[in-house]
């Protein structure tokens, strides 16, 4: 069946815009998380989403980095006024129910020049 | 705070010999442990967990580990190591909250 994918694959931008990534999680998967992974580390926490609410969104580095999931199943990530830290790869996950086995996308690659 | 540490950056095996990429981890309560591969510009793929039971997990692709409570370790092991087995491990943990937190992986490279 279909895994979990994102889009888009690679995202360059300037410094100050604004993007959006995409993720759409496995069917049925009421679990979905973002997780933000820079070279050399392992995946950082960013959000937490059971059904459309945020259950936790502790990771968030600040005010300029929102996500949504309005209808429980694709989830969006959004990043107000890039900045070059900004840079790494966006993983999205999902499960079938809280916190056990994850099923992670291909990430996006996210570039701010 | 949770925490996990991998403190081998690579692992070097030869093929055909065992291999053991190592991990510890700090948690209050009781832990629920994770080991993920990474293969190039993939996203991660579950191998194994441990909630509760049996010490030893057995995962995908032959792997397995070994949950020690009074080491507060999980290392994955694998009898008989492939080239295939190349790519990048990552071992998590999670208290009762549902946010795991990744090691930093280590890199295993299998030579032929």
């Known amino acids: 069946g279909a895994g979990v994918s994102q889009t888009p694959s690679n995202k360059v931008t300037e410094k100050g815009k604004y993007v959006e990534l995409r993720c759409d999680p496995i069917?049925?998967?009421?679990?979905l998380y973002w997780y933000r992974q820079s070279l050399g580390q392992g995946p950082e926490f960013l959000i937490y989403?059971?059904?459309?609410?945020?259950?936790?969104d502790s990771g968030l580095p600040n005010d300029r980095f929102f996500a949504v999931r309005p209808e429980g199943s694709v989830s969006t990530l959004k990043i107000q006024r890039t900045e070059r830290g900004d840079s790494a790869v966006y993983l999205c996950?999902?499960?079938?129910?809280?916190?056990?086995?994850?099923?992670f996308g291909p990430g996006t690659r996210l570039l701010v020049l | 705070a949770q925490s996990v540490a991998q403190p081998e950056d690579q692992v070097n095996v030869a093929e055909g010999n065992p291999l053991t990429v190592k991990c510890t981890y700090s948690?209050?309560?009781?832990?629920?442990l994770f080991w993920y591969v990474q293969y190039p510009n993939r996203g991660l793929q579950f191998l194994l967990k441990?909630?509760?039971?049996?010490?030893l997990v057995k995962g995908s692709y032959g792997f397995e580990a070994e949950f020690n409570k009074s080491q507060t370790s999980f290392h994955l092991k694998k009898p008989s190591a492939l080239v295939s087995d190349s790519a990048l491990y990552f071992c998590?943990?999670?208290?009762?909250?549902?946010?795991?937190?990744f090691g930093r992986g280590t890199s295993l490279i299998v030579h032929p």
């Open positions: 996950a999902s499960s079938p129910t809280n916190g056990e086995t994850q099923y």
């Open positions: 069917s049925g998967h009421t679990a």
């Open positions: 989403f059971q059904g459309t609410g945020a259950a936790d």
């Open positions: 948690v209050s309560g009781n832990p629920y």
């Open positions: 441990y909630i509760t039971g049996d010490n």
């Open positions: 998590a943990v999670r208290d009762i909250s549902y946010i795991p937190t």
